[in-house]
Each structure stands twice: as structure tokens, then as C-alpha cells.
């Protein structure tokens, strides 16, 4: 039997049980907009009963545990899925910059109200090209006519100057994407030496019997953080700790930091990634570093190189046409273009301050002759080996819709993955979310079965004054 | 199902941001007419709107061409009749000179008529394009006048020379077809466009011709004048009568390719229009469509958001 004093005792652990009850719903509604926070619950037992002639007694409750409500499986597949998700979020912003360097774009000059008459141009090379090759036919048809050669050498102006901003807006991308793969490397270190100092604070607790419940919750970002950036392998071991490999390298064990890593350049300015101190290349498979390696050495690359094919291609066949021919002063050899490739096409500078000197004629004595203007008008129409046997608009419209395909898949990719996501999300929001309806709940539950514990020992108070009553009346 | 607070709040706001999307994309098809824009809303239609632009680019040059060397056309064949008025008159001074009857002073009358025809003549093919300021008969040398003439004491034309070319330049009138206009003063190659004045192939040699016939009457040789100098004019005359026609023919081919490239260049609209441009009524349903969405999903959140068990507790 508990008597007076021992169920005072009792009331006064429930009172404390009660108390922890309260102090884990005001902790869950602390942190309610905490980023990776898990709610946690107290676990509450039955006090081991006491025998007597008529039974076993209860002896109250106590509060035995504060345990995070978690899911390990959603919390691995959160994992994994970030690490997609980094993938192809870097390749659509890197294929987004692309697209905005070839600012191909139509543009309508109307409203759909009106889009039986709307007239559609494009801003971009590919109406350039078409500008220059009409504008070759009209000094073909008025060879002599100084206003169409000067309409012919700005627009070979314009050509050239936006294939050399394309190639430097390029170049710029691929600068940029090194500097972003160097940010995720130094993101990717820092995290690296956060999980192994977690993983100590983790072990010691864990040694010391305790549940560090915040600290495996920073942990698990710091993962889901570093999964973003690279497709990552862990695993748990006794004493708590994760263990963290990247691409095969085991860099975090226990609470070292093994190895960090960092870039080096392949060569040619190609940016990959490797350990810091074994200098062992890594191959990665997913995250952001990846999508950016990617992107950059494949879609971006590709385009780069086929718009210098296209600059050089459209460079050998009109300089080799061009110089053939002869200018209204009956001279020939000049090049029509200067430079090798997209990032060094010029128009010649001669030909820039006196139009007359566009070699049109096939003739140094027939100054109308227009027999060279209209081969270079014809080049339009002309399969290029050079261009895989395709003209030189076909080329550059099977490059623009090449980026427009890679850049639709990064698109519809991210919008699949943001879904994916949201859903892990919500699914771990209804295991580990806190709820304010239910927090609420329960602290009205600890809080009133607090007033009855608190009600027992004003019970009990007073049965005590009336034991000691009866012993001074 | 348990929901996490946030988890409800963050889900409302992706909705929103997906709604908000729509609705951007559908406005801007609404006011640029355009359902595509960038490569990566379409990849494949882009690709086919830049290859019609392209074209259609293509045959709206096809089509400026064709207007400049129509107007020329034009030029050369006002050209062509005044020739052919001169040539008649010149006709009509061979056939009444050739009669015997005539005195040496009405012979010499003629010989100054056919003198002052020859003069006209030469300003006619030294005629310049307005358009361009270049000569018209020139052949591809069009920087310099092609004819000269040259006259004795008594102002009698004794020669004109030539110093233009032979060739002509053609100019592309729909893909991979082009034609020429243009008529070379001379050719004496037996190949080529035929030359206006005078022509291996046909025997025309008119300026030649009108000097014979100046001379003929000048020297009272009625014989030579009915004889040679007519038959010689018969065929100048003929060859006059060529060149009008081939005017008249590649001014109908003119024509005809002028409709064609306008009505390629409008097929090609149409083409790109259907790849490329919005439809209204579709669009402006679906904008309709997520603007209520929109609404309706920032109306229940609102409300849903109000609703708590705090409002409920004492």
C-alpha cells in the first residue's frame, strides 16, 4: 500500500510526467517553421506496481523518453531524390544561360486577336543569316548599286558581331559553371567536416545514453544538403555515427573528415572534381556538380562547337567565292570576312568603309557583272559538307532546336522531380510534421490531467491535515 | 491522413507558383499571338518556324528581285518601241527613196532625215536605268556609254563604235530559276543574249546599216538603196521585233513568278502561323480556365487558413 506520503509521491511524479508532456508540444510549436525539424513525443509508462494482499498497486507513470517521430525510409528517399533534383536543376539554369546567349527567340508583332495577319520574326542568328544571303541576291540584282552593298555590309556587320557575342556570352557560361562547381565544392567540404563534427556530438550522446533528437535532425539536412550537391553513399554505424562516401572515396568515417575534395583542371579549362589530399578523380554520378560537369561539357559544348563549325564554314566558302570575284574598280583577292571561327569573324575592314569594293563581278572589265554575287546568294541553298551535308540554316536550326530539346527535358525533368519532392515532402510532413491542431490537443490533454495531478495533492494535503488534526484535537 | 501544418502552407504555395505560371505563359500567348517563343517551348516546331522564316525571307527577296528587273524590263521596252518607231521611218525613207524619180536634193533631204534618225538612235541604247544610273545596253559594262558616234565635217555620221560586252547577267526569279532582262547592244560571239544593234547570228548590224543607207542616198545610188540597204533594214527590223518579244516573254515570266513567290510567301505564313501562333479562343478559354483557378484556390486558402483549433479555444 502507497499510503499518503507514498501516493504524494506519486502525485507529485505525474505532475513532472504531465510537465514533460507540456514542454514537448511547446518544443514542437517552437519549431513548427524550423527547416528539418522532426516533432518529437514523450513516451510515458506505467511506474512498476507494487504487490499487496489484494493485488498488484500501481504506482503513477513516468516520462521515459522524448523520441523523434521519424520515417528512415522517407528520409533515405528525400536523399536520393535531392540528389536528382541538384542534377537537374544546375542543367536547366546552365541550359537556360545558353539559350539566352543565342537569343533565338520569335516574336510576334501582334496579339492573337489578330494571328491570321501576325507577323513573326526571330531575333537571332538565324534571321541574320537569311538577311545576308537576301541581301547578296540584291546586289546580284543590282550589282552596281552602292546602297544595296552597304545594306549587305551591315547586315554582315550585325551577323558577325552576334556570332562573336554568342561565343562570348558562351565562353562567360562555362566560366560561370567553374565558378558554380567550385562553390559546390567548397558547400560539399564545408558540409563534409559538419557531418563528422555532428557525428562526435552524436556518438558522445549516444555513449552517454542520451538521444541527441536536434542534432540527428541538423545532421539530416547537412545529408540532404550535401545529396543536392552530389550523389552521396552513407551508412550508420553502432555508435550513431554515418559514414559519407562520394563517387567510391570514403570521406567521412565516424568523426574524421578523411579526405576533403576540390577541382583540377583536365585540361583546356575543363573543371572536374577529385579528392583534395589522395588526388584520386572522382567519378561523380548525380547532384549539382554533376548536372553542371553536364551540362557544360555536353549540350553547352556541343553548341559552341557547332556555332564556330557554322562561323568558319560560312568564312572558307564566302572568302573563297568573294576573292574570286572583282570590285566596281575591277580589283579581286580581298576577303569578304575576317577571322577563323565564331569568336574572331569580322567583316573586312576595307570592304566596312567602302562598299564599292565588294568583289560582285566575275569580270575585272564588266564592272555590272553580277555572276559572283549570285553564287554567295546561292550558298544559301547549298549543302555544306563541312555542315553534314546540310545549308547553313538547316545546320544552325538543327543546333537551336538541339539546346531546345535538352533544355525541355532539364525543364520537364525539374517540374517531375519538384512533384517527387513535394510529395516525399508531404509524406514526411504527415509522419514528422508538427501539426498545430494536434500539438494544441495535447497540451490541453498534459494540461488538464496537470490540474488533476495538481488536484490530487491538494487531495492528499488535506487528508494529511486531517491525520494531523486528529492527533492535537 | 496526419498533415503537417507546413506541409499544407508549403503545398498551397506550389500551387500558386504552378497557377501563377500558367497564367503568365497564357498572357503572354495572349499578347504576343505567339504559343512559342523560346526553342525550349517547342524544339521541333521552332526548328520548322526558322526554316519557313528562312524561306519565306527567301521569297520575299525572290519577290524584290523581281520588281527591280520588272521595272527595268519596263525601261528597256519604252526603249525597244521608240527603236521601232525610227526603224519604221527609216522603212518608209528606204521604200520612197528607192524610186528613181527622186532628185538628188529630195535624196539629200532623206540622207539628213536618216542622219538625224541615226543621232536618236544612239541616245535611245545610251539610255541609263534611273533606278541604278547605269546604261542600259551595255552589257555587263554598264559603267561606260556603250555607243559613240562619229561624224565627218558635213555632220554626217561616219561610224559608231561599241565598247560595251556581250554578256548579261541573270538574276534568280524563284529558287534555282533566273532569267535576264537585259539585251547587250552588241554580239558579235554567236553565242549569248542576241545584241539589240547588231547580231552575228541574225545579220542585224542597224547602226552599220543606217550609215550604208546615209551614204547610199548621199551618193543618189537608189539601186543599192531599194537592194541592199532594205533587205539589211528588213533584218534590223526583225531583229527589233525578236527583242520586243523576248521583253514581252520575260515580262510575263515576271509576272507569273511574282504571284508565285507572293503566294509561297503567303502559304509559308499560314505554315508558320500554324506552328507558331496562338489560337485565341483556345487561349484565352485555358487563360480564363487558371485565372479562376487561381482565384479559387487563393479564396480557399484564405479561408481554410482562418481555421484552427485556436479559434475555437476559451
Known amino acids: 500500500m502507497l499510503g499518503l506520503l507514498g501516493t504524494l509521491n506519486l502525485a507529485s511524479r505525474s505532475l ?99 494571328s491570321s495577319t501576325n507577323s513573326t520574326t526571330d531575333t537571332g542568328l538565324s534571321g541574320q543569316l537569311s538577311s545576308l544571303f537576301a541581301d547578296f541576291q540584291s546586289v546580284a ?59 562526435k556530438q552524436i556518438s558522445t550522446a549516444d555513449f552517454n545514453g542520451a538521444t541527441p533528437n536536434d542534432l540527428l535532425d541538423e545532421r539530416e539536412q547537412d545529408l540532404e544538403n550535401l545529396s543536392n550537391l552530389t550523389n552521396i553513399t552513407t551508412s550508420t554505424g553502432t555508435n ?49 556538380m554533376q548536372g553542371t560537369i553536364d551540362a557544360r561539357d555536353g549540350e553547352l559544348a556541343t553548341m559552341q562547337s557547332s556555332i564556330n563549325t557554322l562561323a568558319s564554314t560560312l568564312i572558307t566558302q564566302v572568302n573563297t567565292i568573294h576573292s574570286g570575284g572583282f570590285n566596281l574598280t575591277g580589283t579581286n583577292g580581298a576577303n569578304f570576312f575576317n577571322g577563323s571561327d565564331a569568336a574572331t569573324i569580322t567583316v573586312n575592314a576595307a570592304l566596312a568603309s567602302n562598299p564599292s569594293l565588294f568583289q560582285a563581278s566575275g569580270s575585272a572589265t564588266a564592272n555590272s557583272d553580277n555572276s559572283v554575287a549570285r553564287q554567295l546568294a546561292d550558298l544559301a541553298s547549298t549543302a555544306q559538307s563541312g555542315l553534314n551535308n546540310q545549308t547553313f540554316s538547316d545546320s544552325y536550326g538543327q543546333t537551336v532546336a538541339a539546346l531546345g530539346d535538352s533544355l525541355q527535358t532539364a525543364n520537364d525533368q525539374v517540374n517531375n522531380q519538384t512533384a517527387v519532392t513535394n510529395m516525399l515532402s508531404t509524406q514526411r510532413g504527415s509522419v514528422s510534421g508538427v501539426n498545430v491542431d494536434e500539438e494544441m490537443t495535447n497540451l490541453m490533454s498534459f494540461q488538464r490531467a496537470y490540474e488533476a495531478s495538481a488536484q490530487l495533492v491538494t487531495t492528499l494535503n488535506t487528508m494529511l491535515g486531517d491525520v494531523l488534526a486528529m492527533k492535537t484535537s | 491522413m496526419r498533415i503537417g501544418t507546413n506541409s499544407y502552407t508549403d503545398t498551397m504555395i506550389d500551387q500558386f507558383s504552378v ?29 520548322t518556324t526558322l526554316d519557313d522564316l528562312s524561306s519565306q525571307a527567301a521569297q520575299q527577296q525572290f519577290s524584290s528581285n523581281i520588281s527591280t528587273v ?22 518608209e525613207i528606204a521604200t520612197s527613196a528607192s524610186s528613181a524619180t527622186n532628185s538628188q536634193t529630195n535624196l539629200n533631204h532623206y540622207a539628213g532625215e536618216v542622219t538625224s534618225l541615226i543621232q536618236q538612235a544612239v541616245q535611245l541604247v545610251n539610255t541609263k ?37 556581250s554578256s548579261v547577267n541573270q538574276t534568280e526569279i524563284a529558287s534555282g530559276s533566273a532569267v535576264s532582262v537585259d539585251v547587250p547592244g552588241e554580239n558579235t560571239s554567236g553565242s549569248g543574249a542576241q545584241g539589240l544593234i547588231t547580231d552575228s547570228r541574225t545579220g542585224a548590224d542597224l547602226f552599220n546599216h543606217l550609215i550604208s543607207l546615209q551614204n547610199d542616198l548621199l551618193a543618189g545610188n537608189t539601186t543599192a538603196v531599194s ?88
Open chain 1, 16 to 114: 513532472q510526467t504531465q510537465m514533460t508532456g507540456v514542454e514537448v508540444a511547446g518544443q514542437n510549436l517552437a519549431n513548427i517553421n524550423t527547416t528539418g525539424y522532426t516533432r518529437q513525443s514523450v513516451e510515458i509508462q506505467t511506474s512498476p506496481d507494487i504487490s499487496t494482499t489484494i493485488g498488484p498497486e500501481g504506482t503513477g507513470a513516468n516520462a521515459v523518453a522524448i523520441q523523434q517521430v521519424v520515417n528512415a525510409i522517407l528520409n533515405n528517399q528525400i536523399q536520393s531524390q535531392q540528389s536528382t533534383s541538384g542534377y537537374w536543376s544546375a542543367q536547366q539554369t546552365a541550359l537556360q544561360s545558353a539559350q539566352t546567349s543565342l537569343n533565338e527567340f520569335l516574336n510576334g508583332t501582334g496579339s492573337a486577336t489578330s
Open chain 1, 141 to 199: 540584282t543590282s550589282p552596281t548599286s552602292i546602297s544595296a552593298r552597304q545594306q549587305l555590309i551591315s547586315d554582315a556587320q550585325t551577323l558577325a558581331a552576334t556570332f562573336n557575342q554568342i561565343n562570348t556570352q558562351l565562353d562567360t557560361s562555362r566560366t560561370t559553371l567553374n565558378t558554380s562547381l567550385g562553390n559546390d565544392v567548397d558547400s560539399a567540404n564545408k558540409l563534409l567536416s559538419g557531418i563528422a563534427d555532428l557525428n
Open chain 1, 240 to 288: 550513431g555515427a554515418v559514414d559519407v562516401s562520394i563517387g567510391g572515396q570514403s570521406l567521412v568515417s565516424g568523426n574524421q573528415v578523411l579526405d576533403t575534395i576540390q577541382t583540377y583542371d583536365a585540361g583546356g579549362g575543363q573543371l572536374l572534381v577529385q579528392t583534395a589530399t589522395g588526388g584520386v578523380n572522382l567519378t561523380l554520378t548525380g547532384g549539382s
Open chain 2, 19 to 47: 497557377l501563377k505560371s500558367q497564367q503568365d505563359k497564357l498572357q503572354n500567348e495572349v499578347s504576343t499571338g505567339l504559343s512559342i517563343s523560346a526553342p525550349s517551348d517547342d524544339p521541333a516546331a521552332m526548328e
Open chain 2, 70 to 91: 520588272q521595272s527595268k524590263a519596263n525601261f528597256i521596252y519604252s526603249v525597244l518601241q521608240s527603236l521601232q518607231t525610227i526603224s519604221n521611218r527609216v522603212g
Open chain 2, 129 to 165: 536605268d534611273p533606278a541604278t544610273g547605269q546604261y542600259l545596253f551595255g552589257g555587263t559594262n554598264s559603267g561606260q556609254q556603250p555607243f559613240t558616234v562619229t561624224t565627218d565635217a558635213n555632220g554626217n555620221v561616219t561610224g559608231v563604235t561599241y565598247s560595251g560586252n
Open chain 2, 227 to 314: 537592194g541592199t540597204d532594205t533587205a539589211n533594214l528588213q533584218n534590223d527590223e526583225n531583229n527589233l521585233t525578236y527583242q520586243v518579244a523576248y521583253n514581252g516573254n520575260v515580262q510575263t515570266r515576271l509576272n507569273t513568278a511574282s504571284s508565285f513567290a507572293t503566294s509561297q510567301s503567303n502559304s509559308l505564313t499560314g505554315l508558320i502561323s500554324n506552328a507558331s501562333s496562338a489560337d485565341l479562343a483556345t487561349t484565352m478559354t485555358q487563360l480564363t480556365q487558371a485565372q479562376t483557378a487561381y482565384q479559387a484556390a487563393l479564396e480557399s486558402s484564405a479561408a481554410i487558413m482562418q481555421l484552427s483549433i485556436l479559434n475555437f479555444l476559451q
